[in-house]
């Protein structure tokens, strides 16, 4: 009787498993987050050395705690029922945090701090505590617990770094942001409780996979949003109409690049693997990567663009080649995650842009940016020759497999 009484709160199997409207508005905060992510990694154009390390770093930390915050609300709706008002009660305060974290952003490791820390400890702690009471004598209510629990084990440490010294705040935070991510994937032990790992949680895995789909689409969306913006803000020329179309098309291969099967194939794979859960949580790992090079690759826009003939900078290539890099590099990943293989067009891309960024640390961003579309290209032409003639290849995950030691999925 108890757990039927919060029984209602949780994904039926008769549920779409698409992507709600709701889901779709908490995403128009996310942009705002984004857009403060590259505002500051475009603040580190003129940096070099142990300087422009720092920047990077210091905003990584940032993007990975929204990450964990729009991961987190993800899995909740793929859980959960996301017509129910409690849900969304839930999806729509979470909204309003991240709106406060994407404000504060940009100076979040300086004044800003303790509004982002706040911000973002009311989801974590809060959050889960709210979903907890609403299940009320449910046995899945110990989930959300756990997840309390171990958010106010690391909420010191935000909240120390907010209020103390502005030179401990890096470490503090970083220690606090590795609890967090330790504890989502060690499934946030507890004494007498045990765990709750993630991989075993049963899943709307369509659902999932329309939101990892969906935040790719918001990246690339934020880098046209760059490219028209700086180009319309700057002086017309030649050069910048050129940066401006490189850009552009750069964008637009790595869309092909990602939907080119994996991506578009992603939700057929969740819903053959025999444990999604797996299958989600490795493929949460490999967008956070995708999304991170999309944004980088986006700053290297905005760099090329602005000044497309200039001096090397170490800046401009991190952001220009560094974001195609690790694009490739995920999405290899991806493509072993569906088909359990290796992606040699993008093995290719990757070894000629590790061969060549010697060389365009000595040339000018628009020559690299430019090397780096035509290497786009090649993949992206290494992938329509190999598919051409041959059915469309189905999906065989080896990361969503259930093997004889794994306990059985979550109720």
Same mark, same amino acid.
Request: aromatic share 10%; hydrophobic share 55%; charged share 15%.
């Given at each position: 009787m108890a757990a039927g009484r919060g029984a209602e709160l949780l994904r039926p199997a008769?549920?779409?498993?698409?992507?709600?409207?709701?889901?779709?508005?908490?995403?128009?905060?996310?942009?705002?987050?984004?857009?403060?992510?590259?505002?500051?990694?475009?603040?580190?154009?003129?940096?070099?050395?142990?300087?422009?390390?720092?920047?990077?770093?210091?905003?990584?930390?940032?993007?990975?705690?929204?990450?964990?915050?729009?991961?987190h609300t993800s899995w909740i709706t793929s859980r959960y029922e996301p017509e129910q008002p409690i849900i969304q009660a839930v999806v729509v305060g979470t909204m309003f945090a991240g709106l406060i974290m994407a404000v504060t952003l940009p100076r979040a490791m300086e004044e800003r701090a303790l509004p982002f820390a706040v911000a973002y400890l009311m989801v974590m702690v809060v959050r889960p505590l709210v979903i907890a009471a609403?299940?009320?004598?449910?046995?899945?209510r110990l989930v959300p617990f756990r997840l309390a629990v171990w958010a106010s084990a690391s909420a010191p440490?935000?909240? /120390?770094? !907010? #209020?103390?010294? $502005?030179? %401990?705040?890096?470490? =503090?935070? /970083?220690? !606090? #942001?590795?609890? $967090?991510? %330790?504890?989502?994937? =060690?499934?946030?032990?507890?004494?007498?409780?045990?765990?709750?790992?993630?991989?075993h949680w049963r899943i709307a895995g369509t659902h999932l996979a329309d939101r990892y789909q969906q935040v790719v689409l918001i990246a690339l969306g934020e880098s046209i949003l760059i490219i028209g913006v700086v180009f319309s803000g700057a002086d017309y020329s030649a050069e910048r109409a050129a940066a401006f179309a490189v850009a552009f098309a750069t964008s637009a291969l790595l869309w092909r690049i990602y939907f080119y099967r994996a991506g578009l194939l992603l939700s057929d794979a969740l819903a053959r693997a025999a444990m999604p859960g797996r299958l989600g949580t490795a493929s949460e790992r490999t967008h956070l990567l995708i999304v991170l090079s999309v944004?980088?690759?986006?700053?290297?826009?905005?760099?090329?663009?602005?000044?497309?003939?200039?001096?090397?900078?170490?800046?401009?290539?991190?952001?220009?080649?560094?974001?195609?890099?690790?694009?490739?590099?995920?999405?290899?990943?991806?493509?072993?995650?569906?088909?359990?293989?290796?992606?040699?067009?993008r093995v290719i891309g990757l070894v000629v842009l590790v061969l060549f960024t010697p060389l365009l640390a000595?040339?000018?961003?628009?020559?690299?940016?430019?090397?780096?579309?035509?290497?786009?290209?090649?993949?992206?032409?290494?992938?329509?020759?190999?598919?051409?003639?041959?059915?469309?290849?189905?999906?065989?995950?080896?990361?969503?497999?259930?093997?004889?030691?794994?306990?059985d999925a979550e109720a």
């Amino acid at each position: 009787m108890a757990a039927g009484r919060g029984a209602e709160l949780l994904r039926p199997a008769t549920s779409s498993g698409r992507a709600t409207f709701l889901e779709l508005f908490f995403d128009l905060a996310l942009v705002v987050a984004l857009t403060r992510v590259s505002q500051r990694f475009a603040d580190l154009g003129d940096d070099t050395g142990w300087v422009l390390l720092g920047g990077v770093g210091r905003t990584l930390l940032l993007f990975l705690a929204l990450w964990l915050i729009w991961s987190h609300t993800s899995w909740i709706t793929s859980r959960y029922e996301p017509e129910q008002p409690i849900i969304q009660a839930v999806v729509v305060g979470t909204m309003f945090a991240g709106l406060i974290m994407a404000v504060t952003l940009p100076r979040a490791m300086e004044e800003r701090a303790l509004p982002f820390a706040v911000a973002y400890l009311m989801v974590m702690v809060v959050r889960p505590l709210v979903i907890a009471a609403a299940l009320r004598g449910h046995p899945r209510r110990l989930v959300p617990f756990r997840l309390a629990v171990w958010a106010s084990a690391s909420a010191p440490l935000w909240l /120390a770094g !907010a #209020l103390g010294p $502005d030179r %401990l705040r890096l470490p =503090l935070w /970083a220690a !606090a #942001l590795a609890v $967090d991510y %330790l504890a989502w994937g =060690l499934g946030w032990p507890l004494p007498w409780l045990g765990v709750s790992k993630v991989s075993h949680w049963r899943i709307a895995g369509t659902h999932l996979a329309d939101r990892y789909q969906q935040v790719v689409l918001i990246a690339l969306g934020e880098s046209i949003l760059i490219i028209g913006v700086v180009f319309s803000g700057a002086d017309y020329s030649a050069e910048r109409a050129a940066a401006f179309a490189v850009a552009f098309a750069t964008s637009a291969l790595l869309w092909r690049i990602y939907f080119y099967r994996a991506g578009l194939l992603l939700s057929d794979a969740l819903a053959r693997a025999a444990m999604p859960g797996r299958l989600g949580t490795a493929s949460e790992r490999t967008h956070l990567l995708i999304v991170l090079s999309v944004l980088v690759t986006a700053v290297g826009y905005e760099l090329v663009i602005d000044d497309p003939f200039g001096q090397p900078r170490p800046s401009w290539l991190l952001f220009v080649v560094g974001g195609p890099v690790l694009f490739l590099v995920a999405r290899i990943r991806l493509d072993y995650e569906i088909f359990g293989r290796l992606s040699w067009s993008r093995v290719i891309g990757l070894v000629v842009l590790v061969l060549f960024t010697p060389l365009l640390a000595r040339w000018a961003p628009m020559v690299g940016l430019s090397v780096v579309a035509a290497v786009l290209a090649l993949v992206a032409l290494l992938d329509a020759l190999r598919s051409r003639g041959r059915p469309l290849e189905v999906p065989s995950s080896p990361v969503g497999q259930a093997t004889s030691g794994d306990p059985d999925a979550e109720a």
